[in-house]
């Protein structure tokens, strides 16, 4: 529905639709499944509008339903979303750019540790 250029009203509604469902957080056997959507949209979608549209539904999705992904399911998404960086169409290399430096930011937070200073 995102990708219909007559229906201006429906593109807004259907992008709405869908961040609100990404703020939702999933029950722990749901979200594989939700991961994997996502990813074969990221992946596969021959629209750039859908891929583009889709990057920050992931990672409100990703940071809503964090502790409920095992580590294969993180690497998943972080490797989806970073593949986008190299997109053709340079809207969706460019607004994955954001999106990339958070990801990595929460999920690698845990694995550096730095020297407390006093």
Known sequence: MQ?????????????????QLARFAYPAD???????ILCKTLKESDSWHVRNNVLPVVQIFFYTNLFSMDVQM??????????ML?????????HCR???????????QDDIHLPIVL
Do not use: C, F, W
């Open 3 to 19: 990708d219909v250029p007559d229906d201006q009203d429906l593109q807004q509604l259907a992008t709405l639709s869908l961040l």
């Open 30 to 36: 749901m979200v594989p499944k939700v991961v994997d």
């Open 74 to 83: 993180m690497v998943r998404v972080m490797d989806a979303v970073s593949s």
């Open 86 to 94: 190299l997109d053709t169409q340079i809207e969706v290399s460019l």
């Open 98 to 108: 954001t999106g990339v430096n958070g990801h990595y930011t929460v999920v690698l």
